[in-house]
């Protein structure tokens, strides 16, 4: 991005733009997004699964935890 003297003038659909964003951050609009309180789960007794990406690390690290310890005691 070019900074100074050298730098563009900001064009009037620029300037619109930053102005819709101003008005939404100051409430004058609706939320694009939905209030994570008003998302409906389909039943909160249930449990989440585990990502399978997730248990493998977290296998990893208590392994890694198993092995720190026993190199530890063998001092």
Avoid: C, Q, Y
Avoid at 43 to 69: F, H, K, Q, S, Y
């Amino acid at each position: 991005m070019v900074f100074g003297p050298s730098r563009p003038p900001i064009t009037e659909d620029v300037a619109k733009v930053i102005a819709r964003d101003i008005r939404e951050r100051e409430g004058h609009s609706p939320p694009s997004e939905t209030p994570i309180d008003f998302i409906r789960h389909p039943d909160p007794a249930t449990t989440v699964e585990m990502n399978d990406r997730v248990r493998w690390v977290l296998t990893g690290l208590l392994a890694a935890m198993v092995v720190l310890i026993a190199i530890l005691l063998m001092r």
